[in-house]
């Protein structure tokens, strides 16, 4: 059996992933990381990942020694096989099924099954991944049964005893800075304010309280009124 020390954390550059790879390098020795290019219309998450990279590796020698290599992965493909307003320039609206434009149909499906196979590689037992499902847009491959389901078809299917660890699954947006908090205290959440990205345009103009972004999109209102109900706690 696997012990679980080491991780493969799901890495774009936003708050959530960010949180989560904190996460992850309080717990496991070796922590890797990889992130995905699938023809987002604005690769701004592209560009503060180093940066957040470079500053977690000096935000401790311990969380030095454990953070290693990054893997960055060309999914391309998703903007070939799929329409969405996350790969393409639409407005952002509700579709007829109940779900956002947003949702790139299969994307957390192949992103953690992309990340298994490099796991296997280099031979780290646990994916981390920041899918949840308390105030999400409904985004049916973030929900905790579809986690626990591909974890069992990933380990049947390459014979390997992985864990796929989502350590947001069950928590608000508020809880997820105070979880920065307590993995770093303020010098991590100022880090996660000033350096993460999650609006989905792309605007990185002013630096609010919580953070860049336009302030309106659902993925900007959803970063404020959490950190407005964190701060307020
Ligand atoms: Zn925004």
Redesign the pocket.
Known sequence: MNSADSALVLFSGGQDSTTCLAWALARYKRVETIGFDYGQRHAIELTVRPTVLHKLHGFSPEWNNRLGEDHMIDLSLISKISDTALTSNVEITMLENGLPNTFVPGRNLLFMTVAATVAYRRDLNVLVGGMCETDFSGYPDCRDDTMKALQVALNLGMATNLQVATPLMWIDKAETWKMAQDLGGTALVDLIRSETH????G?RGALHDWGY?????????LRARGYADFIQQ
Do not use: D, H, K, S
């Not at 999650?198 to 345009?201: E, G, K, N, R, V």
């Not at 972004?213 to 209102?221: K, N, V, W």
């Open positions: 999650t609006c989905y345009l605007e972004g336009c302030g309106t999109c659902p993925a900007c209102a």
